[in-house]
């Protein structure tokens, strides 16, 4: 039962323009999440967070949107640059000691 | 400072063997996580180590296996490799593990090592 949806595998943005995407959660108990993205043959890095009791976190061109009720969050890049395009991964934590539960991730391509 | 490091990063070996791979943390960090991550399956969660001891496992079979040493450096080791153990394996070190709720905790990722197996 996948908890963290990233819904779509792939995305093509030109470049300048926003980048939207997006990551659903079935847990209401997830209380903190995460966004990490991935060039080939490296680990995941990570990018910015939020937690359950902000509804917006922003990091430069990097905002993070939280809408509790329809349990789901956005990451929105602006201005998009070809140096974005890597895979996304959404992750998200529940309170205690448990560890991090990952979407499958999206493939952010932006086009100079 | 060094971030995390894992060896080897590549690895080929043929069912039915077994392989050790290495993770170094950044230095001062404590608990060290492991994920294996497939192209259906993305990141899953194998285990979590802290003060040398294991505080969480995934659902992964008893043919996964780690262990911390007192440096903090880990080693998980896969036995009776199967050909779907092919994967990138993927470890990750945070300062503690995660304080309670809405805690910050932010995990720092290795390289990984990829294992093919024949």
């Known amino acids: 039962d996948q908890q963290v949806k990233q819904n779509s595998p792939s995305l093509s943005v030109q470049e300048g323009r926003i980048s939207i995407l997006n990551c659903d959660y079935t847990n209401s108990m997830f209380d903190y999440f995460l966004w990490y993205k991935k060039y080939p043959a490296e680990g995941p890095t990570f990018l910015i967070s939020i937690s359950s009791i902000k509804d917006k976190n922003e990091d430069g061109r990097f905002t993070v949107f939280l809408n509790k009720s329809a349990k789901h969050l956005s990451l929105h890049i602006v201005p998009s640059q070809p140096g974005d395009s890597a895979v996304y991964f959404c992750a998200a934590l529940k309170p205690g000691n448990t560890p991090l539960v990952f979407g499958k991730g999206t493939r952010l391509s932006v086009i100079a | 400072k060094a971030g995390v490091t894992q060896t080897p990063r590549y690895l080929i070996k043929t069912r039915g063997q077994q392989v050790t791979l290495s993770c170094s943390p950044i230095s001062g960090h404590r608990s060290v996580s492991w994920y294996q991550q497939t192209p259906g399956q993305g990141l899953q969660f194998l285990f979590e180590y802290f003060s040398e001891t294991q505080r969480n496992k995934g659902n992964f079979p008893g043919r996964f296996s780690g262990r911390q040493f007192s440096n903090s450096r880990s080693e998980m080791n896969v036995s009776t490799l199967e050909l779907g153990d092919s994967a990138l394996y993927l470890c990750?070190?945070?300062?503690?593990?995660?304080?309670?709720?809405?805690?910050?905790?932010?995990?720092?990722f290795g390289a990984g090592t990829r294992l093919s197996v024949l």
């Open positions: 990750a070190s945070s300062l503690v593990p995660r304080q309670g709720a809405l805690a910050k905790n932010i995990q720092y």
